[in-house]
């Protein structure tokens, strides 16, 4: 099985390409979904004990989390530290499922992709890019988006530059939605006609 990772800065239409490989019935598995599960439930105790008050009523109070882990780099890496463990587990089980059922490939969907180190765990890395000033459209169209907001979570993440320089596959999502598909219909067919050796891999070695 041919292990993809998909990413792709903040609106950079990394959702569209997401949904669009599910239309064409390849399995995804959506980390930032993932983890807004951990804060529901798995992750709750552990994140209350490292940043007390952030909870209510069994769940992550995200906004409350987010003020405290703001500027805070040494916060920041202490949550990472407890989040994705987590998520690598549930990414590889999902992973194991998909191969067992016969499936010639798979897609991880992970935003930090780069950021995290998860390339090593993944065949072949697709990023999502566009203009700046059509990534700023987008984002700031967004409910409860300000330009302060935006620039923090830019900040976390690669230049769009680097990203592009890193990946294998690039796709300009920058015009139409129907311009995207089109280059994704491509990518898929010459996908699924290759093979994968990461799955041999993180069964030896999961981080």
Request: with cysteine; hydrophobic share 30%; net charge positive.
């Given at each position: 099985m041919l292990v993809v990772?998909?990413?792709?800065?903040?609106?950079?239409?990394?959702?569209?390409?997401?949904?669009?490989f599910r239309h064409h019935g390849v399995p995804v598995f959506d980390a930032d979904a993932y983890?807004?599960?951990?804060y529901e439930r798995a992750a709750v105790p552990a994140i209350e004990q490292a940043f007390?008050?952030?909870?209510?009523?069994?769940h992550v109070d995200r906004t409350l989390l987010a003020r405290d882990v703001a500027g805070r780099p040494e916060s920041l890496k202490a949550l990472e530290a407890i989040v994705h463990p987590l998520v690598v587990e549930a990414e590889i089980d999902?992973?194991?499922?998909?191969?067992?059922?016969?499936?010639?490939?798979a897609v991880l969907e992970i935003p930090l992709l780069f950021e995290?180190?998860?390339?090593?765990?993944v065949d072949v890395t697709v990023t999502v890019s566009a203009p700046e000033t059509v990534q700023e459209t987008r984002v700031l169209a967004r409910p409860a988006m300000s330009a302060q907001k935006f620039e923090a979570l830019r900040a976390r993440q690669l230049s769009d530059a680097a990203r592009r320089g890193r990946a294998d596959h690039v796709l300009e999502s920058g015009s139409t939605l129907e311009n995207l598909h089109g280059q994704l219909d491509a990518l898929i067919e010459s996908l699924r006609l290759q093979d994968g050796t990461v799955m041999e891999r993180l069964r030896r070695s999961p981080a």
């Open positions: 990772g998909l990413t792709g800065g903040i609106g950079m239409g990394k959702s569209s390409a997401a949904a669009r983890v807004h599960q951990l007390p008050g952030t909870t209510r009523d069994g999902f992973l194991c499922r998909q191969e067992a059922e016969g499936e010639p490939l995290t180190g998860a390339e090593k765990r």
